[in-house]
C-alpha cells in the first residue's frame, strides 16, 4: 500500500470550512483512498473513500487530484465534534483477509475553535 | 442499517489472569471480521481476522487467540494476560468486494 503523508495539526474556526490535505505520490492504479478519524477514546470512524472521482457524502467531500498524487478532504462547515484526529489511506481493493488490513499513519489532529 | 458492538467498553486486569472480548455485528451476513489492536501513540496493528465461521487467520504471533463461533460474532481470547497486551482492541467488519472497514467502539483494556 502507498505511504501517505499528512500534516501534523491543523485548526479551524466554528462553521468554517476544514480542509485536510493528504500526500500519496506513490499511488497505484488500483488503489482508493479512504479517510478515517478517530475521535478521543473512541473507534476509528469511516468518512468517505474515492478512486478518482470526487466524491461527496454526508459527512464530508473528498477532492482527488488529476494525477491522483495527493487529496483534500473536506468539511463543509466544522463543529466542536469534529476536532478528532483524521487519517488518509491508500488502499487497493480487496476481497476479505490480511490484504485488506488498514494502515493508519499518525494523521493530522484537526481542533476546531469556538 | 449495520451496527457493531464490543464488549467490555473497559477491562483492567491483573498479570496472568484470563481475557475475553466479544464483538457483535448487527445487520449484514457473512462478513468479513477483523481484530486490530491500538498501542497508545501508534496505529494500527491487525491481530486476526475472519472470513467466515470457525476460520481464523493470526496476523502477529503472541498470546493472544481469536474464535468465531457465529457468523457475526468474534471473540478475542487470552489464557494468561501480560503486560504488553495492554491497549484499546477494536473490531472491525467488512464485506463486498471494496470492503470498507467499519470498526466498533473499542476495548480499552489495562493490564496491571
Known amino acids: 500500500d502507498a505511504k501517505t503523508t499528512q500534516p501534523p495539526s491543523m485548526d479551524c474556526a466554528e462553521g468554517r470550512a476544514a480542509n485536510l490535505p493528504c500526500n500519496h505520490s506513490t499511488i497505484s492504479g488500483n488503489e482508493y483512498v479512504y479517510w478515517y478519524r478517530q475521535i478521543h477514546s473512541q473507534g476509528p470512524q469511516y468518512i468517505i473513500h474515492?478512486?478518482?472521482n470526487n466524491e461527496t457524502n454526508e459527512m464530508a467531500s473528498l477532492i482527488i487530484t488529476e494525477d491522483r498524487k495527493s487529496s483534500t478532504l473536506i468539511l463543509p462547515h466544522a463543529t466542536l465534534r469534529d476536532t478528532a484526529v483524521y487519517y488518509c489511506?491508500?488502499?487497493?481493493?480487496?476481497?476479505?483477509?490480511?490484504?485488506?488490513?488498514?494502515?493508519f499513519g499518525t494523521g493530522t489532529l484537526l481542533a476546531v475553535q469556538p | 442499517s449495520q451496527t457493531i458492538h464490543q464488549w467490555p467498553a473497559t477491562l483492567v486486569q491483573p498479570v496472568g489472569s484470563p481475557l475475553s472480548l466479544e464483538c457483535t455485528v448487527e445487520g449484514t451476513s457473512n462478513p468479513n471480521l477483523y481484530w486490530y489492536r491500538q498501542a497508545a501513540g501508534r496505529g494500527l496493528q491487525l491481530l486476526f481476522y475472519?472470513?467466515?465461521?470457525?476460520?481464523i487467520s493470526s496476523e502477529v504471533p503472541q498470546n493472544l487467540s481469536a474464535s468465531r463461533p457465529q457468523d457475526r460474532q468474534f471473540i478475542l481470547s487470552s489464557k494468561k494476560l501480560l503486560l504488553s497486551d495492554s491497549g484499546f482492541y477494536l473490531c472491525a467488519w467488512g464485506s463486498g468486494g471494496q470492503e470498507t472497514q467499519y470498526f466498533g467502539p473499542g476495548t480499552r483494556l489495562l493490564v496491571l
Open positions: 474515492g478512486l478518482k
Open positions: 475472519s472470513v467466515g465461521i470457525g476460520q
Open positions: 489511506i491508500v488502499r487497493a481493493p480487496g476481497y476479505g483477509g490480511a490484504t485488506n488490513k488498514l494502515i
